[in-house]
């Protein structure tokens, strides 16, 4: 969780407390072993909708391993989240062809070097090196260069080839 969604929990002004959870507050502080938790952000997911719980007070009692929250639920609307989080991937994406066009040149020159050069397939898998080639979307000599040099680690290849 990043610090913007966090910021981005609505601060709400002190909310007008019901007399049966008044009532449920006085009796919960009279039950041995609960103690208070300060400082704890309550986010709860139930079939696909997430709720804040806004000015959460929250409770823990340790022989039962129990959590019990007192606050005012607050909607999170996930198309926004979903639509700030496109936004942002569009803004990512533009700045990430403006680099490509940049180096596309660099590109050029490694993959012509790549080709000039014959790479030797000794100790790789061939079914390590046809996953890595899919995975990674790569030549068979960047795959086979990936693979030697992260020690036949088929994952760290795979995650080498697609920074």
């Known amino acids: 969780m990043s610090a913007e969604e966090v910021a981005a929990v609505p601060e709400l002004p002190p909310r007008q407390i019901s007399r049966h959870e008044a009532k449920a507050r006085a009796n919960f502080e009279k039950v041995p072993g609960l103690e208070k938790i300060e400082n704890r952000m309550v986010k709860l ?3 696909g909708a997430t709720f804040n719980m806004a000015q959460a007070e929250v409770y823990f009692h340790k022989a039962s391993k129990t959590y019990i929250i007192f606050g005012e ?4 609307d996930p198309t926004q989240r979903f639509a ?3 936004a942002a991937g569009q803004e990512e994406a533009k700045a990430a062809a403006d680099a490509a066009a940049a180096g596309e040149t660099k ?3 490694a993959a012509e070097e790549l080709e000039a050069e014959p790479v030797d397939a000794t100790g790789v898998d061939d079914s390590d090196l046809q996953l890595v080639m899919s995975q990674a979307d790569c030549t ?3 795959a086979i260069k990936a693979i030697k ?4 680690d088929v994952v760290a290849a795979i ?3 697609s920074e």
Request: proline fraction near 4%; glycine fraction near 0%; charge should be negative.
């Open 149 to 152: 040099e992260n020690n036949n």
């Open 107 to 109: 590109d050029t020159e």
């Open 45 to 47: 997911k139930r079939a």
């Open 159 to 161: 995650m080498a080839l």
């Open 140 to 142: 068979r000599e960047a």
């Open 84 to 86: 700030q989080q496109a």
């Open 73 to 76: 639920p607050v909607f999170e």
